[in-house]
């Protein structure tokens, strides 16, 4: 069965970091481009990222480039968000994505599974 699972979200204060996992299942990662997204209460989901099927880190949202970086453990099917100086602006439920066959990274790039997201909470 194709999962996707996010792990790694809580409560951080201005600056803090915290990384988040995408543990997938039901399929291999060196076969899909796999994203991250967040969305904040009142706000439409935004892209933040994407790491290819060939473990690249091939786009970042410019609101996050220098500060939040992805990557992957095949060995463990998981992909990470390193998310480092983080802000009370980054609040928001975070969720990682699979592409669809065929698809690279970029900022169009068509998903079609979905994690059930985490939450991540910026304040002091």
């Known amino acids: 069965q194709l999962q996707l699972v996010e792990s790694g979200g809580g409560l951080v204060q201005p600056g803090g970091s915290l990384r988040l996992s995408c543990a997938a299942s039901?399929?291999?990662?060196?076969?899909?481009?796999i994203g991250w997204f967040r969305r904040a209460p009142g706000k439409e989901r935004e892209g933040l990222a994407c790491i290819s099927k060939f473990g690249d880190s091939d786009w970042y949202e410019d609101s996050v480039k220098g500060r939040f970086t992805t990557s992957r453990d095949v060995a463990k099917n998981t992909v990470y968000l390193q998310m480092n100086n983080l802000k009370p602006e980054d609040t928001a439920v975070y969720y990682c994505?699979?592409?669809?066959?065929?698809w690279g990274c970029g900022k169009y790039t068509d998903y079609e599974y979905w994690g059930q997201g985490t939450q991540v909470t910026v304040s002091s």
């Open positions: 994505a699979r592409a669809r066959p065929g």
């Open positions: 039901g399929f291999t990662l060196p076969d899909y481009a």
